[in-house]
């Protein structure tokens, strides 16, 4: 397949016009989005704020100028490689960003996109009142993006972080030295609370979730994401149920448990008489439950 690229060149085209071009290419390529970009106009932005190195919002200075040529290089590096595997967005450039913070990615750990976040940038109202909370433990944190953005939002607090993936640790690491906090998140390497101690006012997690059959019908996006990190069996709840089971001695007296179940919600809710309350969000997401420790023990 020969390579994809902008039809424009450096010499008389701007970063706004080659921006329309790269949302028309990808628009028309039958890419799916949903690992950070919900569309071809939010991904087109991506490569330009990744090749040029610039954050968001862009200036109308650079709006208005070419590329370099080892820029304008480099978008059609990105954008070739989009279409032709469609790899997600995120690996090609490894950058990810989540809580507004940038990440480091590729595949050892899946794409962070957790509707979690807009909790954290909530301040976890009105589900939780943080300033009780002095521990928080997160089961399964891949790149490390919810327990660094928890540090990072709430100074005071002492976090762990468990993955049962070393290559997933691996990624996690290299965010938290990115993101001086080596002193204050620990990252344990743990097959859910196989090799954790201690109490915590808070447990979050973000397992899988996805049923194997649902599995099979996804974009091929998936498919370059760590398999371990999404699906989980018949009804996409084997690590759901235990955590459920295991967490209470973790918990401290009145202490909470946040859950991301995604597209298992609807069967947790049948598999467990259980007083969940679901999160609204208002910027999208869905299937994440806040259930107080009492109520697991």
């Not at 691996?170 to 954790?196: G, M, P, Q």
């Not at 994440?288 to 023990?297: D, G, K, N, P, T």
Request: proline letters at 6%; hydrophobic letters at 40%; charged letters at 20%.
């Amino acid at each position: 397949m020969k390579n994809i690229s902008l039809k424009t060149t450096t010499v008389n085209s701007s970063i706004a016009s080659i921006l329309a071009e790269l949302e028309l290419l990808l628009d028309s390529s039958n890419l799916f989005y949903g690992h950070g970009a919900g569309n071809a106009k939010d991904e087109a932005l991506a490569i330009i704020l990744s090749a040029l190195e610039i954050t968001y919002p862009i200036e109308k200075d650079t709006l208005g100028s070419p590329p370099t040529l080892e820029e304008f290089t480099t978008i059609n590096k990105y954008l070739s490689a989009r279409i032709k595997t469609r790899k997600p967005m995120p690996y090609i450039t490894n950058k990810a960003y989540f809580c507004g913070h940038e990440f480091f990615i590729d595949g050892r750990a899946l794409i962070p996109r957790s509707p979690i976040a807009e909790m954290i940038n909530n301040e976890m109202q009105p589900w939780i009142d943080m300033k009780k909370v002095k521990t928080v433990l997160e089961i399964g944190t891949g790149s490390g993006c919810i327990a660094l953005s928890l540090a990072m939002q709430f100074p005071d607090i002492d976090i762990q972080a468990s993955d049962i993936s070393t290559q997933a640790l691996e990624v996690a690491s290299i965010n938290r030295t990115e993101k001086s906090l080596d002193e204050r998140v620990e990252l344990v390497h743990s097959d859910l609370f196989e090799n954790l101690s201690g109490s915590f006012d808070l447990i979050i997690s973000n397992p899988p979730y996805v049923p194997k059959n649902v599995m099979n019908r996804l974009p091929i996006e998936y498919s370059f994401e760590p398999q371990e990190a999404l699906v989980a069996g018949h009804k996409g709840l084997d690590f759901i149920s235990r955590i459920l089971q295991d967490a209470p001695p973790f918990l401290n007296q009145d202490g909470i448990l946040i859950i991301e179940a995604g597209v298992a919600a609807k069967e947790l809710e049948r598999s467990y008489d259980l007083p969940f309350k679901w999160v609204t969000f208002e910027h999208g997401g869905e299937g994440v439950a806040v259930i107080e420790a009492q109520h697991l023990r």
